[in-house]
Every structure is written in C-alpha cells, then in structure tokens.
C-alpha cells in the first residue's frame, strides 16, 4: 500500500507548529514585548571581594584539611599580600576553633579576610620574590642566540 504524498503545504504548517511548540514559552506567534523587562546589572567584583573570597576558602580548607590546602600561595591564586592576610587569619580562625568550634572559626575566617582584604584595598601586590632573570638567561651566545650561559 503506498502512502499518500504530503502537501508541501501541510509540511511546512507541520514544521512550523513543532518549532513553535520548542518555543512556547518565548511566545511563539506573538510580536515582541515593546517594553521588556530590565535585566539586572551585571555584578562587579572589587578587588577586596577577590581577595576576601580567596583567602576565606583557602582558609576554610585547611581548617578542614583539604589535601589541596597545602598548595603553594601561587597555586592558590593569591598575591604575596593575600597568603600574609591567609596566614594571620589561619592561624587566628585555629585558635577560636580550639576555642569555640569549626562553625566559629568559619565564620571568624570570613569576618577577618573580609576586613583585611577591605583594608588592604585587595592586598594585590605583586611577588617579592620576583627576580628579574639572571644575565646568563638572557646574554648573547656565540652564535648572537639569547640563552646560554656566560663561558660555554
């Protein structure tokens, strides 16, 4: 038995209803709204809410013992200033654990980074341990080539 052929027609009002369908909720077959809604302003971050939100969990990990508590500062994301504000207030939010328990020295940790981080307007200095590199790394070789060391 063979199947009567689909009008064009039919198929493409076929189509169109299923798109349509997809797309209800945007309000398939409606003209657009002339005044939508206002979309909320994007949210910006400070560089003191950074740094409050980075030290704050780093710390929070290793009051719990995250194996990832023991990376390093640059690991972490942090600034040289920032691990400072990290230690101090570790070693602050232990001692009211002992004191008062982890829920306290939770809460004491994100207290304590957020008025450093605010007082240290984000604590975003560089490394200090930052070097330029050694003159060998960068001196001419031979062939007039960067990268060799001086007497090779």
């Known amino acids: 038995m063979t199947r009567p052929r689909t009008r064009p027609a039919r198929a493409a009002l076929a189509a169109a209803l299923a798109g349509c369908a997809l797309t ?3 309000g398939c077959g409606r003209a657009p709204d002339p005044h939508p809604a206002p979309s ?3 949210r910006t971050s400070t560089p003191a809410d ?5 030290v704050s969990y780093w710390v929070k990990e290793a009051l719990r013992g995250s194996k990832w508590a023991g990376l390093d500062w640059e690991q972490k994301g942090l600034s040289n200033e920032q691990y400072e504000i990290h230690d101090q207030v570790l070693a602050a939010a232990r001692a009211e654990e002992r004191r008062a328990g982890r829920k306290a020295a939770e809460a004491l940790a994100d207290r304590e980074s957020r008025r450093r981080c605010e007082a240290a307007k984000g604590a975003t200095g ?4 930052w070097r330029p590199p050694d003159e060998w790394t960068t001196a001419p070789t031979p062939s007039g080539t960067p990268g060799a060391s001086p007497g090779e």
């Open 24 to 26: 209800l909720s945007a």
């Open 40 to 42: 909320p302003a994007p």
């Open 50 to 54: 950074v740094c409050a939100n980075l």
């Open 126 to 129: 560089s490394s200090e341990n």
